[in-house]
């Protein structure tokens, strides 16, 4: 089964060896010329068939997790209505007590390292895929003689939201004459992705 790593390298050869198989789109047609080129990084991480495949199943994961803790949940809450049953005080109240605390404890803990376990994942996630997408846009430059590549965002801006607003006039990059390499990168990432995602969507390996 093809790494992450070997598919989007196979992307890229085909680029190399056929420059007709990833045929440029209008938006990036000035990009070769002008040396400098935009791509939207967040738009990419939406597109990309395998990061979208894997935070799904994490999702269905977090589901049985979820799952699981109400379950046991449920059972706290059960011996808590069985020892209130008891009269306060007398050696059975102080058993059922000692053990619903004990009870407590273990699901806080479980439950702060499925936290940590979960967030540790995602993060993972979202790394090894900014390391691809980062990869595939330096060799996507350098075949094409590209020198800068600068990060902007393609989204709308609602002229009733103030935070839109601000961020548009903050934004870096004010115009682009045709050097949106976007559209460019998403294909090369989603080059044998889906496939390779469906049978395994945890496959995804660090470059190296």
């Known amino acids: 089964m093809k790494t992450l790593v070997l ?3 196979a992307a890229l050869l085909i680029g190399v060896a056929s420059p007709s198989a990833h045929a440029q789109h209008p938006e990036a047609a000035n990009a070769p010329t002008f040396g400098i080129a935009v791509v939207d990084i967040s738009y ?3 597109e990309h068939a395998q990061f ?3 935070m799904e199943n994490m999702k269905n994961e977090m589901k049985k997790i979820e799952d699981s803790l ?3 949940r449920d059972q706290i809450a059960q011996m808590e209505d069985a020892r209130n049953q008891l009269k306060v005080g007398t050696p059975d109240y102080k058993n059922m007590d000692d053990k619903l605390a004990a009870a407590k404890a273990q699901f806080n803990l479980e439950m702060d390292r499925l936290r940590k376990d979960l967030m540790e994942k995602e993060s ?3 790394y090894n895929t900014y390391r691809q997408i980062s990869y595939t846009i330096a060799n996507y430059a350098k075949q094409r003689k ?3 590549v600068l990060r902007f965002s393609g989204d709308p801006v609602d002229p009733t939201n103030p935070k839109d607003i601000l961020k548009d006039i903050n934004r870096p990059v004010v115009f682009e004459n045709n050097v949106d390499i976007t559209r460019d990168i998403v294909a090369l990432v989603n080059n044998g992705a889906a496939t390779n995602a469906a049978a395994n969507p945890q496959s995804g390996q660090p470059l190296k």
Do not use: E, R, S
């Open 7 to 9: 598919a989007v390298a």
């Open 44 to 46: 990419v991480f939406k």
């Open 52 to 54: 979208k495949a894997t």
């Open 70 to 72: 109400k379950a046991k």
């Open 124 to 126: 993972k996630i979202y």
């Open 146 to 148: 590209i020198g800068l």
